[in-house]
């Protein structure tokens, strides 16, 4: 019976010892834990107050105001930039041009013929011919790259110059 309480007084030594070593070890996670507990805090207070004591609600209302105004300054460009566009086709945009002498005898090809059309291909061709009574000027309409009524060697190549079908002469 002795052997037993022997046995049994050093197995309880040994269970305490444990015991007291897993205490010290569960005092210790909980202060690191506690420890990480109040540096998180510590961030999420800073966090949530904000600079100049603004909360973070504050804060995302207002990001929020600002996106709905980019918004809606975006929308507003977007319909500037199709006016801009509209315009632009309607503009005139493409050119010809072809000087020569309408009458032989008569230097300096003071005679030419424009073509000016927009986007569209539709703008006008204008003639004018120079002889020794003046200046005369014919203008005819173009309406999607061709006209209605016959055009003149120098004309055509004229209108054919601002479809860029020929190349101008530098």
Avoid: C, P, W
């Avoid at 269970?15 to 510590?42: G, N, T």
């Avoid at 804060?59 to 977007?78: A, G, I, M, P």
């Avoid at 173009?142 to 060697?153: H, M, N």
């Amino acid at each position: 019976m002795s052997i037993i309480k022997e046995i049994g007084s050093h197995s309880f030594s040994i269970i305490l010892l444990i015991s007291l070593l897993l205490s010290l070890l569960s005092l210790f996670f909980a202060i690191k834990a506690e420890a990480k507990y109040k540096k998180l805090y510590r961030q999420y207070d800073y966090f949530m107050r904000g600079k100049d004591a603004e909360t973070l609600e504050d804060y995302f209302v207002e990001l929020q105001r600002h996106v709905e105004k980019s918004e809606d300054l975006l929308e507003d460009q977007r319909e500037m930039l199709k006016v801009l566009h509209n315009n632009n086709r309607a503009a005139f945009q493409k050119i010809g041009i072809i000087r020569y002498n309408a009458y032989s005898g008569l230097g300096g090809n003071l005679s030419f013929a424009l073509a000016i059309l927009n986007y569209d291909n539709t703008g006008f061709v204008l003639n004018s011919v120079h002889s020794n009574e003046g200046g005369f000027l014919y203008i005819k309409e173009v309406e999607k790259g061709s006209t209605t009524v016959e055009l003149g060697a120098e004309e055509k190549l004229a209108l054919e110059e601002a479809l860029g079908y020929r190349k101008k002469k530098e």
